[in-house]
C-alpha cells in the first residue's frame, strides 16, 4: 500500500511535532486541569453514546437505514462539538463536489472523527480501523455500516478498499486516513499510504483534503497522562476537491503528493507562527 518511492516531503520536516512544540514547566503545572478536561470529555462522549445506543441499534439493523445514522451521527457530532468545548471553525477553499468522493484528512486525535462528520454534509462511509470492533459501542458502526480496516493483513486491507470501491459505484464518498494512525510526532504527519489515492484513480472520483490544525492540542492520546487536552476552537480547513479524471495508475504518487501538500500547507502556516 505504499510507495516504494522516495517521499520528498520528508526530507527535511517543515512542521514541528508535539514535542518540539511543549514547555516541560507548563507540562507538569497543568497536568490537573488536563486530566479534569479528558475526564469531562470521555464522560461526555460515552453517556451520550449509551443514550444513542438503542436508535442507532435500530436503524443499522439493514442498509435502508444508515443514511437516517449517518445523519443521526452528524447531530451528534454537532452536540460535541459544544458539549465538549472544542468548537469547529471552518475555512472553506472550494464548493465540495457532487458526491461520490474521497476524503483524506489528517489524524492526529480523535476528535477527527467526529469533525469530519461535521464538515461534510454528504452521506460518506468511514474507513477506520479493525480494533475499533473490539470496542463494544462501536462495533455497530463498522460491524456493517462503515468500513473497519485491517492494516495488520494486506488480504484484509486488499477487501476493506474492494468495499470501499463498491460504496463509490453506489454513489457513496468514503472517508480515511491515509496516514493510517495518528503518528507520535503530530501534527507532523506520516507518509501516506497509497490506497485511498488508487482507489480515486480508479474510480475516477475528486478527492476532498482537509486539515485538522488544532485538533491535536485539544485531545491527545487519553491513555497518557500527560498528553495534550484543553478546551479550544478546533481549526478546520476543507481544501478545494482535486480531480482525478484522465489520471492513470502511473499517476498515484503525482496525486498522493498533491494532496499531502495540500493537507500540510495549514500546518506549515501554524509552525511559522512560532519563528
Not at 462522549?45 to 435500530?58: D, T
Amino acid at each position: 500500500m505504499r510507495s516504494t518511492q522516495p517521499h520528498f516531503h520528508h526530507s527535511r520536516p517543515t512542521v514541528a511535532s508535539d514535542a518540539e512544540r511543549r514547555n516541560a514547566v507548563a507540562k507538569w503545572l497543568f497536568a490537573p486541569l488536563r486530566i479534569v478536561f479528558k475526564l469531562w470529555f470521555v464522560s461526555v462522549f460515552f453517556f451520550s453514546m449509551v443514550l444513542l445506543y438503542i436508535p442507532f441499534k435500530f436503524m443499522l439493523r439493514r442498509p435502508s437505514g444508515y443514511p437516517s445514522a449517518f445523519r443521526l451521527m452528524r447531530r451528534w457530532g454537532s452536540f460535541l462539538n459544544y458539549a465538549l468545548l472544542v468548537p469547529l471553525k471552518v475555512e472553506r477553499h472550494g464548493e465540495l463536489p457532487p458526491p461520490p468522493y474521497v476524503i483524506c484528512v489528517n489524524h492526529s486525535s480523535y476528535l477527527d472523527i467526529i469533525h469530519t462528520f461535521n464538515l461534510v454534509p454528504d452521506y460518506f462511509l468511514f474507513m477506520g480501523k479493525y480494533e475499533l470492533l473490539k470496542w463494544p459501542l462501536f462495533r455497530i458502526f463498522f460491524k456493517d455500516m462503515h468500513i473497519a480496516v485491517n492494516r495488520g493483513s494486506r488480504t484484509e486491507a486488499a477487501r476493506a478498499l474492494m468495499k470501499a470501491a463498491n460504496a463509490i459505484d453506489r454513489g457513496i464518498s468514503v472517508s480515511l486516513f491515509p496516514e493510517g494512525t495518528i503518528p507520535a510526532t503530530a501534527p507532523r504527519m506520516k507518509l501516506f499510504k497509497d490506497g485511498a489515492f488508487k482507489l480515486a484513480i480508479d474510480k475516477q472520483v475528486p478527492v476532498v483534503p482537509i486539515t485538522f490544525v488544532d485538533n491535536w492540542r485539544l485531545f491527545g492520546d487519553p491513555e497518557k497522562l500527560l498528553s495534550r487536552g484543553r478546551p479550544g476552537i478546533a481549526r478546520a480547513v476543507v481544501h478545494a476537491a482535486i480531480p482525478t479524471t484522465g489520471m492513470g495508475s502511473a499517476e498515484v504518487d503525482t496525486l498522493r503528493r498533491r494532496v499531502f501538500d495540500a493537507i500540510e500547507a495549514p500546518l506549515r502556516a501554524d509552525t511559522e507562527k512560532l519563528k
